[in-house]
């Protein structure tokens, strides 16, 4: 079960938490405030060259090509998706203290482009073989993931057929993974 390791903690019991700067002014109404529904996904097969700098839009541009059909590609998917607030694992420490020791994180994308060739892939999603496979998310205004992007637990598609007569075709990408803490970000490439 992979671990994903984004966080830098101190190591020792004598070692302090440091925490960095943030903004002076916080109730400044000029901040720029995104939408944070997931937008992007990208997946990244075993054997495929991931991005040299992931924070390069231009980069992203030869990592990426949907059309490519022999896993030497990342495939980048636009849904409309979600982050759950992790699952933690917490860990009693003493005097009454706890640790959170690992997050399990889910990230949920549905998208209704169910072309024939869109399908045949989903359907391939469907075998759950998360082998090498990593993935990088991205909202209006973020990319998260980081350089080496993030190892997956698990990865399923759902296909549903609903009865009702106002509903459409549309399938819910699942992809699971854990990790310390949530991983690094930039501005969006997309």
Same mark, same amino acid.
């Given at each position: 079960?992979?671990?994903?390791? /984004?966080? &830098?903690?101190?190591?020792?019991?004598?070692? @302090?938490?440091?925490?960095?700067?943030? @903004?002076?002014? *916080?109730?400044?109404?000029?901040?720029?405030?995104?939408?944070? *529904?997931?937008?992007?996904?990208?997946?990244?097969?075993?054997?495929?060259?991931?991005?040299?700098?992931?924070?390069?839009?231009?980069?992203?541009?030869?990592?990426?090509?949907?059309?490519?059909?022999?896993?030497?590609?990342?495939?980048?998917?636009?849904?409309?998706?979600?982050?759950?607030?992790?699952?933690?694992?917490?860990?009693?420490?003493?005097?009454?203290?706890?640790?959170?020791?690992?997050?399990?994180? &889910?990230?949920?994308?549905?998208?209704?482009?169910?072309?024939?060739?869109?399908?045949?892939?989903?359907?391939?999603? *469907?075998?759950?073989?998360?082998?090498?496979?990593? /993935?990088? #998310?991205?909202?209006?205004?973020?990319?998260?993931?980081? *350089?080496?992007?993030?190892?997956?637990?698990?990865?399923?598609?759902?296909?549903?057929?609903?009865?009702?007569?106002?509903?459409?075709?549309?399938?819910?990408?699942?992809?699971? #993974?854990?990790?310390?803490?949530?991983?690094?970000?930039?501005?969006?490439? /997309?």
């Amino acid at each position: 079960m992979p671990t994903n390791n /984004f966080l &830098t903690c101190p190591s020792g019991c004598d070692d @302090p938490l440091t925490l960095p700067a943030i @903004p002076v002014e *916080q109730d400044c109404t000029k901040i720029t405030i995104g939408k944070s *529904q997931i937008s992007d996904l990208v997946l990244l097969p075993s054997g495929a060259t991931g991005p040299t700098d992931w924070t390069d839009s231009g980069d992203w541009a030869t990592v990426i090509d949907n059309a490519n059909a022999n896993n030497t590609k990342a495939k980048h998917l636009v849904v409309i998706g979600a982050v759950a607030e992790p699952e933690k694992v917490i860990v009693p420490m003493p005097k009454f203290k706890e640790k959170t020791v690992n997050r399990s994180y &889910t990230v949920t994308g549905r998208t209704m482009n169910l072309t024939n060739e869109m399908y045949e892939f989903l359907r391939v999603l *469907q075998c759950g073989d998360v082998s090498g496979l990593t /993935f990088w #998310y991205g909202n209006e205004l973020h990319l998260f993931g980081g *350089q080496d992007g993030i190892l997956l637990k698990s990865i399923d598609v759902i296909l549903p057929l609903s009865d009702a007569a106002d509903a459409f075709e549309e399938a819910t990408i699942t992809l699971v #993974y854990e990790a310390d803490g949530d991983p690094e970000r930039t501005d969006t490439v /997309f």
